[in-house]
Each structure stands twice: as structure tokens, then as C-alpha cells.
T-cell receptor, first 116, second 111 residues
Framework: EAGVTQFPSHSVIEKGQTVTLRCDPI?????LYWYRRVMGKEIKFLLH????????ESGMPNNRFLAERTGGTYSTLKVQPAELEDSGVYFC??????????????FGSGTRLTVV | RKEVEQDPGPFNVPEGATVAFNCTYS??????FFWYRQDCRKEPKLLMS???SGNEDGRFTAQLNRASQYISLLIRDSKLSDSATYLC????????????FGTGTRLTIIP
């Protein structure tokens, strides 16, 4: 089966610009997550969708970040306007419906965002 | 204090040796525990879940000590392909699949 796909793999933008990251989860996975790793720090949770609903967005840094998951399929994460501290690797992950025992996510290969 | 703490290393270990990593977590209510592996510029991949009874997968053994709130990973007969960053990961809340990561321990196996 196809894995979690993220696009673009790399993005370099200027401070103040807008960037939109996209994630296509594994088909049929209701749960979709966004995580971020900034330089020198641990990977941190941003938010969790169950289908099209935001289950937990406690990790979103501020209101410059907007995540959507229209129709419960792919998700986008928009950063507007981007700041230097937003640079990092943004990972998306998906997992099937809970109830069968959590067995870990499948992560996408990430989008490396550089804000200059 | 970080919720999950790991020694960042690096650990430089000769091929064939045994290496062990530890990780501590601060939330005593944490429910689930994992080791993930991350290769350079790649995504994290689940290596194994960790149970109180201990579990083994080939050359890899993981152990959880709830009383001391630490998790260990032992790699026996290390291979060059084991070179990677090993991430200790915890789920703190029951029914919530939010992963909390340590910063990772970097391992390099030397020929």
C-alpha cells in the first residue's frame, strides 16, 4: 500500500511569505497528525485530526498556523506569515481507527521548511 | 524538565558490540512506550513497543521499569546498518495517541 505522502519535500521561503504543506495519509486511515522538529529540539506534536475534525490542536504554536482536512482525506498546514523560527521539518503521520490497539503511526518523509 | 529525556550521545560503538540506551519519562501516568529509529534526513520509523514484561525482537531487547520511570533498549551484535538516531517515545494519556518524543540518541557503528 502507498505510504504517507508529503509535499513539497523542501521549501525555502522569505520571512513574511505564506507556505502550504500538504499531507496525503494512507488510504482509510481516519487519524492524521502533524508534528514538527526544529533544529536541535525534539519532534513535537502539533495537532491531530480524526477524519475531518480537529481532535487535539494543543501543539499549534500560534494563529499563524492553520491546518485543514477537507473531506477527511488529505490535510494542509498553512503558515501565514512565516517567521524565521518556523524553520524545521514538518512530519505528517496517519494511523487507522483506534480500538484495535495502538501499534504506532506511519510517518511521511517530512517537509523541510527553511524561512530566510 | 523535559517530559522524555535521553542521552543525546553520540555513541560510537565497534561492529559486533552490545550497546544500551536509557530514557526517562516524567509523567508517571504515561501509558504506552516505544522506540523509534530515525535515519539521517528520514522519517521516524517504529522499531518496537516496550512492555513491562520486556520484549525482544531479534537482536533488540526493550524493557520498561515503571517504578523508576525509565525505558531501555539493548542492541546485541551491532551491525553497521544499526547506525541511526534512536528516539524514545511516550504516550502520556490514555485514549490519546499524541506521541511525546525524546531528543534521540545518536548511534554510529564503527567497522
Amino acid at each position: 500500500e502507498a505510504g504517507v505522502t508529503q509535499f513539497p519535500s523542501h521549501s525555502v521561503i522569505e520571512k513574511g511569505q505564506t507556505v502550504t504543506l500538504r499531507c496525503d495519509p494512507i488510504s482509510g486511515h481516519d487519524n492524521l497528525y502533524w508534528y514538527r522538529r526544529v533544529m536541535g529540539k525534539e519532534i513535537k506534536f502539533l495537532l491531530h485530526f480524526v477524519k475531518e475534525s480537529k481532535q487535539d490542536e494543543s501543539g499549534m504554536p500560534n494563529n499563524r498556523f492553520l491546518a485543514e482536512r477537507t473531506g477527511g482525506t488529505y490535510s494542509t498546514l498553512k503558515v501565514q506569515p512565516a517567521e524565521l523560527e518556523d524553520s524545521g521539518v514538518y512530519f505528517c503521520a496517519s494511523s487507522p481507527t483506534t480500538g484495535t490497539g495502538f501499534k504506532g503511526y506511519t510517518f511521511g518523509s517530512g517537509t523541510r521548511l527553511t524561512v530566510v | 524538565r523535559k517530559e522524555v529525556e535521553q542521552d543525546p550521545g553520540p555513541f560510537n560503538v565497534p561492529e559486533g558490540a552490545t550497546v544500551a540506551f536509557n530514557c526517562t519519562y516524567s509523567n508517571s501516568a504515561s501509558q504506552s512506550f516505544f522506540w523509534y529509529r530515525q535515519d539521517c534526513r528520514k522519517e521516524p520509523k517504529l522499531l518496537m513497543s516496550v512492555y513491562s514484561s520486556g520484549n525482544e525482537d531479534g537482536r533488540f531487547t526493550a524493557q520498561l521499569n515503571r517504578a523508576s520511570q525509565y525505558i531501555s533498549l539493548l542492541i546485541r551484535d551491532s551491525k553497521l546498518s544499526d547506525s541511526a538516531t534512536y528516539l524514545c517515545v511516550v504516550i502520556s494519556n490514555f485514549g490519546n495517541e499524541k506521541l511525546t518524543f525524546g531528543t534521540g540518541t545518536r548511534l554510529t557503528i564503527i567497522p
